[in-house]
T-cell receptor, first 118, second 115 residues
């Protein structure tokens, strides 16, 4: 079973629209980290945010905001007033506690391709 | 200053050849990784080294051999390249802290094309 599910494979919006990218995760650990990465057309993977499982406060950074809900095992990402430069593949990832079977690996979702049209 | 660098950025080669990809990080991290990203963008971990010790070795053909000469370097050697090896290979690094590994920082990727 996949540990991180990004059900939206592709989303298209027009500039200035708000868009939310969904991420649902699965873990039995009580302590874990969640991440979002951005992969623009140029191909590099850019770290956006890390969230500790004990911190359910929503986070806002400019036009980006993240909503972490442990009750629904979701860590959704919203871009407000989207811009063409936001066009990219966005990955959600999970990291569990450091033990023999996991050792710091990131479990990535399959990514959501966001296209923002002018 | 580049944090995680990889060389080469592009690699085009014939089936059956042997090739290497090099990775270096200047972040002072103690853990480094190799990922493979297929044509559908799926990111799959291949190997991980912590302080030069191999700690993750996924189900990868033994034609792939990582080598970590020191904490700042992790190279990937591939023998007898096959068409299915064509992909983008990413190197990453992170710092282990109190039972967790912090966020991973990725290199720019190496696009390998096997003809």
């Amino acid at each position: 079973a996949q540990k991180v599910t990004q059900a939206q494979t592709e989303i298209s919006v027009v500039e200035k629209e708000d868009v939310t990218l969904d991420c649902v995760y699965e873990t039995r650990d009580t302590t874990y980290y969640l991440f979002w990465y951005k992969q623009p057309p140029s191909g590099e993977l850019v770290f956006l945010i890390r969230r500790n499982s004990f911190d359910e406060q929503n986070e806002i950074s400019g036009r980006y905001s993240w909503n972490f809900q442990k009750s629904t095992s979701s860590f959704n990402f919203t871009i407000t007033a989207s811009q063409v430069v936001d066009s990219a593949v966005y990955f959600c990832a999970l990291s569990e506690a450091d033990r023999g079977s996991t050792l710091g690996r990131l479990y990535f979702g399959r990514g959501t391709q966001l296209t923002v049209w002018p | 200053d580049t944090a995680v660098s990889q060389t080469p950025k592009y690699l085009v080669t014939q089936m059956g050849n042997d090739k290497s990809i090099k990775c270096e990080q200047n972040l002072g991290h103690d853990t480094m990784y190799w990922y493979k990203q297929d044509s559908k963008k799926f990111l799959k971990i291949m190997f991980s080294y912590n302080n030069k010790e191999l700690i993750i070795n996924e189900t990868v053909p033994n034609r792939f051999s990582p080598k970590s000469p020191d904490k700042a370097h992790l190279n990937l050697h591939i023998n007898s390249l096959e068409l299915g090896d064509s992909a983008v290979y990413f190197c990453a690094s992170s710092q282990r802290l109190a039972g967790f590994y912090n966020e991973q920082f990725f290199g720019p990727g190496t696009r390998l094309t096997v003809l």
